[in-house]
């Protein structure tokens, strides 16, 4: 048996606040050993990061390690003097954290932020410092690694930060990297390089990983042990295949169902809820726990799941030949639909471009542009959805903002029902905004925390004249609320009282508040944990039958655009690469750049789990 790197026991971390003690981390045990990973995972609240920010000692004032012991390398580090603890961490244990925008010291240059950790740790000269610095950034595969040395965090992309920790984690050579959610912000092309440098990184140096993230199709990729938590409990431990072939417990079983996949047979996505209800009940102290009864998915479910709601709508069959996707009778499913020849679409998009200038100087003359949206053409009719996918920087944010005229574009025509949005002002612009309205990818980000539930969706029916006076907008912001599953008593909180799927829901009904034909998703799910994207996928198809609306759905993930949307556009470079049916597209894919990000997609199928479990047993024993 391998050497244990850390080894827990009966971990207990609570919060004290003043309405009483929440069990964050409440009795969980597990080991890590010598060149393995241990994959952590669970929603938001599962107590999975208190579970490495205990770990790290680096936990808030109101929290606190009640009892058990965390033994890294034999030492237990519990009772640790805070000095003692300051030198364990990044030489010992090291920890990636979420967002690296925010982790980052964004009035230093990164090469500064890694030397300073390897002059603390390992006593180098700046020189020595630097050029160690230089070699961890070509390690983790940033280019040209002596220029960039010197770049700024915010002259660096999302992934190229996130490859920067990578190199700050690793530079003090840890026995235990503890990797929070480190793949969560980035697209999946992006995604599987990083979990391919922490593979690479764990072999050739042998170290242990604590992997934490929400998405087991992650998991699959990288974990030899999986840890399922639930409301500060561990619920499931086991080997990967273990969890992914067998699984036990129903909340794992629910986490496993919701997640679209690239060939899921669902219209509809399970939920944890159809796997398990849970009951509050007292302790003997006072506070509560949660008890889970397993529920079952009948014939019945299933079948609705597969069944139920809207076929696909396509373009029109000549179009559909035209792209290179003929109709053929047979190979779709019964119910899809084309469009009737010679419908009119009701977004016409045509040669659509967005440049932004870049200036230089100190008269800012313009030295050239940044060409996010180069000539894009296509057409959405109505009642259809269409996806836009692709890489960050790819274009399709900025196409989704210019057809809402959120940016003015540099050229080209947008045509909503038959009206030039690009030559819209004042007034007439206001109007076309009540039919046009987009979600955005951060719901908090998006909501004002000053203003009420009720105050935000209001604000818009005032400001284009729907309802005759407050009490009538109130009445229907109730009905917004329980068209998008929140009880009307929620009205009178802030956004900050909310989880990330409910301040999602609060902000759909804030685009559903003006009544439009016409919504733009862009990222609208990305943030969220995969139970809850469910739960936002299914709300957003239900609506679209219920009121007959349009979507184009923005997404870096293929797997969610095909579950959604009938035609998708993949975009690279400011350009549309790639155009036609959805299943079409993921069925023969023409381009290598779809390939790539159909290969990119995290695979959770149990077979290439087996064969990877395999592959991996066969390298540790040479």
């Known amino acids: 048996m391998s050497n244990s790197v ?3 026991k009966n971990l207990r971390t609570y919060f004290h606040t003043e309405e009483g003690v929440v069990r964050a981390v409440d009795d969980i045990s597990f080991r890590v050993d010598e060149g393995r990973t241990l994959g952590i995972v669970g929603e938001s609240g599962s107590g999975k990061s208190v579970t490495s920010l205990s770990i790290m000692r680096l936990l808030a004032g109101s929290a606190r390690i009640e009892s058990g012991s965390i033994a890294l390398l034999g030492k237990d580090l519990v009772g640790l003097p805070e000095p003692q603890m300051r030198s364990i961490r990044g030489s010992d244990v090291s920890m990636i954290f979420q967002e690296p925008m925010t982790s980052l010291n964004p009035v230093f240059t990164v090469g500064d932020q890694i030397i300073e950790a390897l002059r603390l740790h390992q006593k180098l000269s700046k020189s020595e410092a630097r050029r160690r610095t230089i070699e961890l950034l070509d390690e983790v595969g940033i ?3 002596a220029v960039r040395v010197d770049s700024y965090p915010h002259q660096m992309s999302g992934g190229q930060k996130q490859r920067v920790m990578i190199a700050m984690a690793l530079s003090c050579n840890p026995k235990l990297l503890i990797a929070d959610e480190p793949t969560t912000a980035l697209d999946v092309t992006i995604q599987a390089q990083i979990l391919e440098i922490l593979r690479r990184l764990r072999d050739t140096r042998g170290m242990s990983i604590l992997f934490i993230t929400h998405d087991l199709g992650v998991i699959a990729e990288i974990a030899d042990d999986v840890l399922v938590m639930f409301r500060g409990k561990m619920v499931e431990y086991g080997s990967v295949l273990e969890i992914f072939e067998n699984p036990q417990h129903p909340y794992t079983k629910g986490l496993l169902s919701c997640r679209p996949r690239l060939n899921t047979p669902y219209r509809l996505l399970p939920t944890v809820a159809d796997f398990m209800q849970t009951v509050q009940e007292p302790l003997p102290d006072g506070s509560m726990t949660t008890r889970v009864i397993e529920t079952k998915l009948s014939e019945d479910d299933i079948r609705r799941m597969t069944s139920h709601g809207r076929g696909r709508l396509l373009h029109s069959k000549s179009e559909l030949a035209t792209l290179g996707h003929p109709w053929t009778d047979g190979l779709l499913a019964p119910d899809t639909q084309s469009v009737e020849e010679g419908t009119k679409p009701l977004l016409a998009v045509d040669d659509l471009r967005v440049h932004f ?4 100087g100190v008269f800012s003359r313009v030295v050239g542009h940044v060409k996010a949206v180069d000539g894009v053409s296509f057409n959405v009719y109505r009642g259809q959805t269409l996806g836009l996918v692709g890489e960050s920087g790819c274009g399709k944010t900025t196409a989704g903002r210019a057809i809402l005229r959120l940016v003015d574009p540099t050229s080209g025509s947008i045509r909503f029902d038959g009206i030039d949005v690009a030559s819209l002002q004042g007034a007439a612009l206001k109007k076309m905004r009540s039919r046009l309205q987009i979600i955005f990818q951060d719901p908090y980000g998006s909501l004002n925390p000053r203003m009420t539930i009720e105050s935000t969706l209001i604000e818009p029916m005032a400001v284009h004249g729907l309802g005759t006076n407050r009490a009538d907008r109130r009445d229907r912001a109730v009905e917004l609320l329980r068209e998008v599953d929140l009880p009307p008593d929620h009205l009178r909180r802030y956004p900050h009282e909310f989880s990330g799927g409910q301040r999602q829901r609060i902000c759909i009904a804030r685009a559903l508040a003006v009544e439009p034909e016409f919504i ?7 943030a969220l944990d995969v139970s809850v994207q469910a739960q936002v996928l299914n709300l957003l198809k239900a609506l679209q039958e219920k009121r007959g609306l ?7 993930d293929l797997s969610v655009v095909k579950f959604m949307a009938d035609m998708m556009a993949v975009m690279n470079a400011g350009k549309i690469v790639e155009f036609g049916p959805s299943e079409a597209i993921y069925a023969d894919p023409q381009q290598e750049y779809t390939r790539r990000l159909i290969a990119a997609t995290p695979d959770d199928d149990v ?10 047993q066969a390298a540790t024993a040479d």
């Open 520 to 526: 733009v998703c862009d990222e609208s799910v990305s």
């Open 6 to 8: 850390i080894d827990i």
């Open 357 to 360: 200038p870049i200036k230089r």
């Open 550 to 556: 349009t979507y184009i759905f923005i997404s870096h």
């Open 143 to 145: 280019p040209e690694p």
């Open 607 to 616: 077979q290439d789990i087996r064969r990877r479990v395999a592959a991996r």
